[in-house]
T-cell receptor, first 111, second 117 residues
Framework: KAGVTQTPRYLIKTRGQQVTLSCSPI?????VSWYQQTPGQGLQFLFE???????NKGNFPGRFSGRQFSNSRSEMNVSTLELGDSALYLC??????????FGSGTRLTVV | AQSVTQLGSHVSVSEGALVLLRCNYS??????LFWYVQYPNQGLQLLLK??????LVKGINGFEAEFKKSETSFHLTKPSAHMSDAAEYFC???????????????FGTGTQLKVEL
């Protein structure tokens, strides 16, 4: 059974640019969540999508957005990148009830 | 709001010794609790989860955790540490089950486990 796939694994962007990260959940999982991990702030919840609808949102500025497609694949977008957006972005997929499987993450570096 | 506190950002044990990583939670309703492990440059791997069934939960790689409501704790233990256990461990609480909560994990700050020969 394939796990959660995140692409790309590494990304370097320039301040002011925008970036799109992709997440393919485990087959059959309808919920996809995104988390940001930084040394200073730890693991922070960004948002969760379920059946193409955003069901929950963390405390991040509007520059951070996401979406989910009909096949449950999800993308997150960060516009107008700032140096502080450098982080490991983790995607997790879940079936209907309490199970969270994480991908290997996308390491974003903003220069 | 739910929260998790992990006592000790760094824990060092000898190989073969008991591993004890502490986690205390705050929740106004029965929580769902999780332990994850993260190896360098990797994502999070689920070790075990508590979902209101048995209070003693057994996970992978010989780890287990006991849910103690009176102490609001969910400490992670392993009887005998192995070098391969060296990693960062995160305790997390989920608000799943709350009305409109959806799936959201709130993580502790993590505990770096070092295993020495």
């Amino acid at each position: 059974k394939a796990g959660v796939t995140q692409t790309p694994r590494y990304l370097i962007k320039t301040r002011g640019q925008q970036v799109t990260l992709s997440c393919s959940p485990i087959s059959g999982h309808r919920s996809v969540s995104w988390y940001q991990q930084t040394p200073g702030q730890g693991l922070q919840f960004l948002f969760e999508y379920f059946s193409e609808t955003q069901r929950n949102k963390g405390n991040f500025p509007g520059r951070f957005s996401g979406r989910q497609f009909s096949n449950s694949r999800s993308e997150m977008n960060v516009s107008t990148l700032e140096l502080g957006d450098s982080a490991l972005y983790l995607c997790a997929s879940s079936p209907e009830q309490y199970g969270y499987t994480f991908g290997s993450g996308t390491r974003l570096t903003v220069v | 709001a739910q929260s998790v506190t992990q006592l000790g950002s760094h824990v060092s044990v000898s190989e073969g010794a008991l591993v004890l990583l502490r986690c205390n939670y705050s929740s106004s309703v029965p929580p769902y609790l999780f332990w994850y492990v993260q190896y360098p440059n990797q994502g999070l791997q689920l070790l075990l989860k508590y979902t209101s069934a048995a209070t003693l939960v057994k996970g992978i790689n010989g780890f287990e955790a006991e849910f103690k409501k009176s102490e609001t704790s969910f400490h992670l233990t392993k009887p005998s540490a192995h070098m391969s256990d060296a990693a960062e461990y995160f305790c997390a609480v989920s608000d799943q089950g709350l009305t409109g909560g959806g799936n959201k994990l709130t993580f502790g700050t993590g505990t770096q486990l070092k295993v020495e020969l």
